[in-house]
């Protein structure tokens, strides 16, 4: 399947050329995340995706939440779907581009935070630098994850979760923490004073993230 995206090209882009993937979260679209293109390198290749999925009031999302059951809380197989199209669509981008030296990195909020969770632990050798937002691992996406450390040691995972998060509960996103310290996984968790959303200070904790 072939998703919708909007794209930052640099300057110049050759075969050291980092890329950064974003992805939003349930309900908006693919200007969302974009718009913190204007304080990441101008060197880099951004690329925000658009979910495949219709919702109410004109966003998108990468599958249905059933916010009334905690036990199916997402549509599985519409999340492998997308979980699929967005790796097949970044292999394509990067292809096209010509980028085979180059960082992969992914920034993903909520619903699109899960989905990079899988991406990267399912395709360590893929990635780099993980920004996962007001999100959680759902570990029913992570069957089959990569588990070899000496796989793991070149990403960089980058949690944020709002303390007073309404939608995705804290007690969910400090899952990841208790994951990738078992996988032996870089990571830095951090939590603010916010709702399900990014802050001040977590926007810039997350550009000092990048970076590095």
């Known amino acids: 399947m072939n998703l919708d995206y909007i794209v930052r090209e640099p300057e110049h ?6 890329v950064l993937f974003m ?17 990441l390198p101008a ?7 658009r979910a495949p999925r219709d919702t109410q009031f004109e966003g998108y999302s990468w599958f249905d939440i059933d916010f009334n059951n905690a036990e199916n809380f997402i549509d599985l197989a519409q999340a492998k ?5 967005v790796l097949e669509n970044i292999l394509k981008i990067v292809n096209h581009y010509g980028i085979t030296q180059g960082k992969v990195h992914l920034c993903g909020f909520s619903q699109g935070g899960i989905l ?12 780099n630098y993980v920004a996962c937002l007001s999100s959680y691992p759902e570990e029913k996406l992570l069957d089959g994850i990569v588990k070899d450390k000496k796989k793991l040691e070149r990403l960089r995972f980058f949690i944020s979760h709002g303390t007073d998060d309404a939608v995705i509960p804290l007690e969910w996103g400090r899952k990841a923490a208790d994951l990738l310290y078992d996988l032996s996984c870089y990571f830095s968790f951090r939590e603010y ?14 550009m000092e993230f990048y970076s590095k």
């Open 23 to 39: 992805l939003h979260g349930y309900g908006s679209n693919e200007q969302d995340l974009f718009s913190f293109r204007e304080t």
């Open 116 to 127: 990079c969770y899988a991406l990267a632990l399912k395709h360590p050798e893929l990635f």
């Open 193 to 206: 004073m916010s709702g399900h959303g990014v802050n001040q200070k977590n926007y810039m904790d997350l």
């Open 43 to 49: 060197d880099w290749l951004i690329v925000s995706f």
């Open 13 to 18: 882009i050759t075969p050291d050329t980092t």
């Open 81 to 85: 779907e997308s979980l699929d199209s």
